[in-house]
């Protein structure tokens, strides 16, 4: 079995919570999020603590367990248990728009409770607790599928480049994209990653370059501008993405900049390839047209953030951290609208910040998203195995028997 190293596992039930690596502040500062309620889950969402598609859904499973396991405990009458757990699911799966997983673990979650809803309320909740962590165990089983078709691409020697962070920590353990690139490393054949900073949220620089680092893979580090360049000089044999939704037709919505990097290969004849599961295909969109890309704050945009740990080198040092963060937190004044919070935590000393770079006062679009069509994909693996074009036919195949023809209305 193929062994990450000393990457954690992203998210997880532990003592009737919902445990996750917080990666909005990853890799300088690795926090333990725990969330006690379903609300709690939808913030960790929405402010991307838990992100990447396989992840959402393995998140959006978790959180209504967890419903179940608390507000959900009180509940007498089975008919209303099973309405509430479709509004928390609902509630859930609007937290973010564009990753269908998310949606499909939800509706996956109301599926079950309704098709069990025989055995009696009292039945019902540990069977719904069970149904969410098999959700979780099948992610990385189908990671590791994808791993094993997906190295089958890639010959010795391979200069992989990749896109935003598909890894361990966008699903439940293993990765899509990263997980091929992973396995393919582990049979001797990759020479090297290429890693998209990835902005405007920088998933390359700070969580594609920390597994790789801990997995072990060599990488170089680049800005999203240098791709053209480098795959120019002949340095780039491949590139694998993830997705967060893949229309009927192969059309693929991924992290905004996929699009650019697959007509960049199209030019220089380099194939481009997307692993993803069944559970990002979504059959009843007919193509990627259909598909909500989600805008976020002009904040990421305007400015960047940074987390860290502050360690005083004198004793007046720590005397004035400890006074200004006696309650807690502080937040500094500062001026053009930086930000930074100092929080006290155990003997040390976190710091939040968020820098402005551009201008105050300034029109921003802040596409998270983008759709590359189908003619630009070389091949797109799932668990199944590998489809290629045409893919109306290939990605049904790859998708039946799994679960993942999304009926969703
Ligand atoms: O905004 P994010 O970080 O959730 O976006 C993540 C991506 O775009 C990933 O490439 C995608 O979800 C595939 S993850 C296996």
Known sequence: MVSLGNIPPTIWWEDGTVRMIDQSRLPLVGDLLVCNTYEGVCTAISGMAVRGAPALGVAAALGVALWSETDGVDIAELDTYLSELDRVADEIASTRPTAV?????AERMKRFARANAGAGLDALRPLVLAEALRVRDE?????????????TLFEPGSRILTHCNAGSLATAYFGTALGVIFTAHAQGKVAQVWVDETRP???????????????????????????????????????IVGADRIAANGDVANKIGTYGLAVLCKEHGIPFYVAAPSSTVDLTLASGDEIVIEERDEREVTGVTASGVIEPRTPEETRAFDMLTQSGTYALGMTKGHQMQLTRKGGAYQFDAWLRIAPPGIEVYNPAFDVTPAEYV???????????????????EACCDTGALHELG
Do not use: C
């Open 139 to 151: 992610d990385e089983e189908r990671n590791r599928a994808m791993g094993e078709h997906g190295a």
């Open 101 to 105: 997983n998310l949606m499909w673990g």
């Open 201 to 239: 949220v920088l998933q390359g620089a700070r969580l594609t370059a920390w597994e790789l680092r801990m997995a072990g893979v060599p990488f170089k580090l680049i800005t999203d501008n240098m791709a053209a360049s480098v795959m120019r000089r002949g340095l780039v044999d491949a590139v």
């Open 378 to 396: 070389t091949a797109i693996v799932t668990e199944r195995g590998i489809a290629r074009a045409p893919y109306g036919e290939s990605l049904a």
